[in-house]
């Protein structure tokens, strides 16, 4: 079994920043990536992030890059996802994501909501 632990959602208002944690555990060993997407209400879920365990490379989709900033710890099993510059459009669940040996294991999702 693999758990995936989110946390730092919330409200912020437009241009504001949150910084959102997972926390991987069980049965982590194989652990090739770790990522975050997101879904808004009425929309399909989307790809936002996503880090290499190994070599860190990062990617992310076009709407966030230069906003959002994924990294990851390996030492303490946990992905990172700093978002600054925050806008209405970027509310949505996030929702960690980890590939291990291949198969992908989803977290319970954190809510993250832009507004005044």
């Known amino acids: 079994q693999v758990q995936l632990v989110e946390s730092g959602g919330g409200l912020v208002q437009p241009g504001g920043s949150l910084r959102l944690s997972c926390a991987a555990s069980g049965s982590i060993f194989g652990i090739t990536a770790m990522g975050w997407d997101r879904q808004a209400p009425g929309e399909e879920r989307e790809f936002v992030a996503a880090v290499t365990w190994s070599g860190g490379s990062t990617y992310y989709r076009d709407s966030v890059k230069g906003r959002f900033t994924i990294s990851r710890d390996n030492a303490k099993n946990t992905v990172y996802l700093q978002m600054n510059s925050l806008k209405p459009e970027d509310t949505a669940v996030y929702y960690c994501?980890?590939?291990?040996?291949?198969?992908?294991?989803w977290g319970q999702g954190t809510q993250v909501t832009v507004g005044s």
């Open positions: 994501n980890a590939n291990v040996l291949g198969r992908l294991h």
